[in-house]
């Protein structure tokens, strides 16, 4: 088709969201441009003193069913459906007194927003746009002679193009693509929300939308482009923060901080501070302390090498001597709840360090949807969202573990759930000591994790691993004994591990050679 300048003559405008609505009405207007309405968006129109037609003129019906019905009319889908140089199309137009619609203005009703506040049933029900959608649809089918807005930033280029003598075809066709794209993620929306209520795990269709959050300079790999999208769920995190200083985040550092965050969480800031460091989506360091510069020094010390260029995750507002103790060394993200003043300004000399305020801590209970795509699909399930302090722990070994040791290893539990499988996590005094993460064989997690204990205490100046006298987690039950008699030979004292392996009766009967105590959990925290 020949990319011909399209003028327009008509506009129909509904938003629910009436920002820049005036601004835009008037400078249509000021074009010569006819504007019919509804409803509440005709009122604020004609209430700035602006022309304007209601759509019940057009139409010859009023709005009707607490304002279900007032758009789904063949004057209003003719109108936007009719291909202008159709002759057929032409005359029924002629024959049936439709006039064409050149620009349709649409925001639907606030879906995503009604759900997010917890409104009930009924009121959700009741913010299904269904006129909005079926006009943006239409509209953009026939975008090769009408234009159709759902995003009030496309006000300034549509009028920037009526100015230059009317809309390209270009223009048109990215308006197009983004009304469907508006239209899917708002099902998508309804759609998910409704299994939901339903408590329907596996509905036979099923969608993700969200609304872009920022283009990213490129992927995990400079090579590969990415984008970073906002999904209706608000759980706090990254993508609820505000970012108070630093350059722009990248693919990886937004990975890093989610899986920083979802791991700090895991500790109720009442009962202690607690910070997380994480480096290419594993913890390196995790630790609960009196204070939050406490929690951070002591994580620090389980692998400070790893932690150099790493993320910070803490479950209490940051304040300045945490604040501190974090900028002594590079550091890419610092994420928390909240910041005081002062500790703002401490990581404000730090120019390209980000400091993310995410507003509160996402709930390791929820057990919200979370997906991930594989060729052709895409794999759905709910969050892990068994927690610790829910289990029903046993001990199956003769020596029972002691309070301090049953302590270190419910910590370690928790961290073990955030680290990529196959995962060894040792812990001594609420603090990891040794983390072994994503091997193949757990027995290699096992001896790993020991290792970088040892060098770990090699850098303090200490002659005796931090693994001696601390407990061992397990993401998953031991195959076989060797990765436990490795974690034994490195010192540890108590085991936690989820238990249901044909061979437990193997593993017990080591860990009561080895007079050390286990427990089992019944849960398994597998994370690829």
Request: glycine share 8%; proline share 4%.
């Amino acid at each position: 088709m020949t990319d011909t300048p399209r003028r327009i003559e008509r506009a129909l405008i509904s938003v629910s969201d009436k920002t820049g609505l005036i601004d835009f009405a008037r400078a249509l207007s000021a074009q010569g441009v006819e504007i019919v309405s509804t409803g509440g968006t005709a009122k604020a129109i004609a209430d700035a003193g602006l022309p304007v037609v209601d759509v019940s003129e057009l139409t010859g019906f009023p709005e009707m069913m607490d304002g279900r019905v007032k758009t789904l009319h063949p004057k209003v889908h003719g109108g936007l459906l009719a291909i202008r140089a159709n002759t057929e199309h032409a005359g029924a137009m002629q024959a049936h007194g439709i006039k064409p619609i050149d620009l349709l203005v649409v925001s639907l009703y606030p879906f995503e927003a009604t759900v997010a506040k917890g409104a009930g049933f009924e009121d959700c029900i009741e913010n299904i746009d269904i006129g909005g959608p079926a006009m943006i649809r239409a509209a953009a089918k026939n975008h090769d002679d009408v234009a159709v807005i759902v995003d009030a930033n496309d006000y300034a280029p549509l009028l920037d193009a009526l100015k230059s003598g009317g809309t390209s075809l270009d223009l048109r066709r990215r308006l197009a693509a983004k009304a469907y794209a508006r239209t899917a993620a708002y099902d998508a929306a309804i759609s998910n929300w409704f299994a939901d209520q339903l408590k329907e795990t596996a509905p036979t269709f099923r969608a993700f939308g969200g609304t872009l959050a920022e283009a990213l300079r490129y992927g995990e790999n400079p090579h590969q482009e990415a984008a970073f999208y906002r999904m209706p769920e608000q759980r706090p995190g990254v993508a609820t923060a505000r970012q108070v200083q630093g350059k722009q985040l990248s693919y990886n550092n937004i990975n890093d901080t989610d899986a920083a965050y979802e791991c700090v969480a895991e500790f109720d800031p009442t009962r202690s501070a607690a910070c997380v460091i994480v480096k290419h989506a594993n913890p390196c360091g995790v630790a609960e302390g009196a204070s939050l510069e406490d929690a951070y020094r002591k994580a620090l010390r389980c692998d400070s090498t790893s932690a150099f260029g790493g993320i910070v995750a803490v479950n209490r507002t940051l304040d300045a001597e945490a604040a501190r103790a974090i900028t002594e060394i590079f550091t890419e993200v610092i994420v928390a709840p909240d910041a005081t003043e002062e500790a703002i300004a401490i990581v404000g000399a730090k120019k390209n360090l980000r400091l993310l305020l995410a507003g509160g801590l996402p709930n390791p209970r929820a057990a919200r949807l979370t997906v991930k795509s594989v060729a052709g699909g895409l794999l759905v399930q709910t969050r892990d969202n068994a927690v610790a302090d829910d289990m029903a722990i046993r001990a199956v070994t003769k020596r029972q573990p002691t309070d301090a040791e049953m302590r270190d290893l419910v910590f370690a539990f928790r961290v073990a759930k955030h680290v990529k499988s196959n995962t060894i996590v040792y812990a001594k005094d609420l603090a990891t000591v040794g983390i072994g993460a994503g091997q193949m064989s757990r027995v290699d997690s096992a001896r790993i994790a020991a290792r970088k204990a040892e060098d770990a205490a090699k850098e303090l100046g200490l002659s005796t691993p931090l693994t001696k006298g601390s407990v061992v987690a397990s993401d998953a039950f031991f195959p076989f004994a060797d990765g436990l008699l490795v974690a034994i030979e490195a010192g540890a004292t108590a085991v936690i591990q989820p238990g249901g392996s044909m061979r437990d009766d193997e593993v017990i009967k080591a860990a009561d050679d080895a007079g050390i105590a286990m427990v089992f959990t019944g849960t398994r925290h597998f994370r690829h």
